[in-house]
């Protein structure tokens, strides 16, 4: 009995002392605002099952946010699912918008974290619960993946990831842009991509063309620049989204990269890359140009190049017979001049472009070499370099000169030379052996004398040129020296009498004394004339090809000889001069 009381008395002190320890607890739960437990919860818990590495912004109260869920019981039992309706939850954090657990569990979030949150019922429905959905005093798990953040104080934001080295322009308000963009949610779900449209997006910015949003996140931009824009959904689409791939509240971002830049009233602009220290002359409307050039769009991509086809671009300028833009960049350039010539659409290939290489409202940039220029009214420019002091007598139609040359377009290309064969070329004046302008530029030389032809092409070969020596077009330029000249004959004469014409010329032919003169008799005669120096053959043409005409121009009759009634001098001249 005695050990039995004892045992009971130890077991009353023991419940005494747990009592007041629960009692304890009560107070200390007291003090921290706690009441007697109603769950087995006494505050939210959260367990992050999924960070993701990136969080440039967490969420804080004030924001707006999107987010899916899965509302369960703690045996599993699902109650509610934002995925089940096709649509995220948009809410407000912090604003009572929200059953009290979920407005503390969501504050510090990432956009794509993933959180199970654990509510006891008092931060949730309480005892009331939740008509039929939710008993009272349930415990509730969300299982939530944050898609979006934003607040109604945010603007837009610009984070520039690649900046070309030179801009000479940035956008400005009433700009015309062609850019490249993906589009994507804040949780990166691409909704729209100009690139796998495989076309630039063109527009003007700042005049309500655009989301305002991109109206001002383009502003500032250089050519080549890439950038993001991100942009909360007040300068997006709005409550509605666009009705398709973006919802409603939803926070849009860009990437993009500008390509393309003008404004309706730009007006071409030429770099002068590189300008000869000598110009003499420079182009003007009504020129014939030979050029080349590389062309691009304005972010470097090349559509076209006259290099590439190993030939100039040969046309008249300033008439209309190319872009506009080019008309006016090539006037006032000089020969051998580079200058970059930067087209706006309205003077290029404006809104269509070409079809194929030059997109629509592109920006073309062309730099350009010019290789000569002429004008259909020039003649052969003359410069004298060298003139002997006794300088006479000076070339004439039909003389025969000799001469030495080097010949070479104007940008100083290397044609031909006769230096090279070691020996001069000799033509005869006024006979067409030369190109005309060659002819026109011996005219009046003396022996020693030394100049500078330049020719254009309708003076020397044409629009043709020739194949492998000479392009079509081309403008020549000719160092020329006179080695040497025999004086020609008057015009029209092929033969002449240095001496008196002998009363007896055609029996002193007739050798045979046939009476008649066969042609070995003829030619003997005239070539001993001139090897007397009684006579002379014009210089510069074959003999044997003269005397043969000669001698047709006597044959009347065409018999193969002359009879003395056939022969006869030629009336016209004087008799010093006469010609058979």
């Given at each position: ?43 939210v818990v959260v367990e992050k099952t999924f960070i993701p590495e990136q969080c440039e912004r967490s969420v804080k109260e004030g924001d707006f946010v999107r987010y899916h869920y899965h509302g369960r019981f ?317 300088c006479e007598p000076l070339a004439k139609k039909g003389d025969f000169v000799k001469y030495h040359y080097n010949a070479s377009l104007l940008d100083g290309t290397f044609i031909d030379s006769t230096h090279r ?160």
């Amino acid at each position: 009995h005695t050990h039995t009381h004892t045992h009971t008395h130890t077991l009353t002190v023991k419940m005494r002392k747990a009592a007041l320890a629960t009692l304890a607890l009560c107070v200390l739960a007291t003090l921290v605002a706690c009441s007697v437990p109603r769950s087995p919860l006494e505050d939210v818990v959260v367990e992050k099952t999924f960070i993701p590495e990136q969080c440039e912004r967490s969420v804080k109260e004030g924001d707006f946010v999107r987010y899916h869920y899965h509302g369960r019981f703690p045996d599993g039992t699902g109650f509610d699912s934002s995925y089940d309706r096709g649509s995220t939850y948009n809410v407000f954090v912090g604003k009572k918008q929200l059953i009290e657990g979920m407005d503390k569990a969501l504050p510090g979030m990432c956009v794509n974290e993933r959180r199970l949150v654990k509510i006891p019922p008092h931060l949730a429905y309480g005892k009331e619960g939740y008509g039929d959905v939710i008993p009272p005093d349930a415990v509730l798990h969300f299982d939530v993946l944050l898609l979006d953040i934003w607040n109604p104080e945010d603007k837009v934001q610009v984070k520039t990831y690649h900046r070309p080295e030179r801009c000479g322009r940035e956008v400005r308000v009433s700009d015309f842009v062609r850019y490249h963009y993906n589009g994507t949610l804040l949780d990166g779900t691409l909704f729209d991509s100009s690139h796998t449209r495989l076309r630039t997006y063109d527009t003007y910015v700042g005049i309500g063309w655009l989301i305002a949003g991109m109206d001002q996140g383009l502003l500032g931009m250089c050519v080549g620049e890439k950038r993001i824009i991100t942009m909360p959904p007040f300068l997006g689409y709005g409550e509605n989204g666009d009705g398709s791939d973006i919802p409603g509240q939803a926070s849009l971002v860009f990437d993009v990269v500008l390509l393309d830049l003008h404004n309706p009233k730009d007006g071409i602009a030429v770099e002068k890359q590189q300008v000869p220290e000598k110009c003499p002359r420079r182009s003007k409307a009504g020129d014939y140009m030979r050029y080349h050039y590389n062309g691009t769009l304005l972010d470097g991509t090349p559509f076209d190049s006259s290099y590439s086809r190993n030939s100039t671009y040969n046309t008249y300028i300033g008439m209309g017979y190319l872009i506009a833009g080019m008309d006016e960049g090539l006037l006032g350039v000089c020969i051998g001049e580079r200058r970059r010539v930067t087209i706006p659409p309205h003077l290029a290939y404006g809104e269509e472009g070409t079809g194929t290489t030059v997109p629509g409202s592109a920006v073309l940039v062309f730099d350009v070499h010019v290789v000569d220029f002429h004008n259909p009214s020039d003649t052969v420019q003359v410069a004298i370099s060298f003139k002997p002091e006794v300088c006479e007598p000076l070339a004439k139609k039909g003389d025969f000169v000799k001469y030495h040359y080097n010949a070479s377009l104007l940008d100083g290309t290397f044609i031909d030379s006769t230096h090279r064969y070691g020996k001069t070329y000799n033509v005869v004046l006024g006979a067409g052996q030369v190109v005309l302008g060659m002819e026109m530029g011996l005219q009046d030389m003396c022996v020693g004398e030394k100049r500078r032809l330049v020719v254009p092409p309708h003076l020397a070969y044409g629009e043709r040129g020739i194949d492998g020596e000479v392009p079509g077009s081309a403008v020549l330029v000719f160092d020329v020296e006179l080695v040497d000249m025999e004086e020609g004959l008057p015009e029209g004469y092929m033969f002449v009498w240095n001496d008196d014409v002998s009363p007896d010329l055609f029996v002193e032919m007739d050798k045979n004394k046939d009476s008649q003169v066969e042609p070995s008799e003829f030619s003997d005669y005239i070539l001993r004339q001139v090897n007397e120096g009684k006579g002379r053959l014009a210089p510069g043409f074959d003999r044997h090809k003269i005397i043969e005409n000669m001698f047709g121009n006597q044959d009347r009759n065409g018999d193969g000889k002359i009879t003395e009634d056939e022969f006869r001098l030629k009336a016209d001249e004087s008799v010093d001069h006469d010609e058979l």
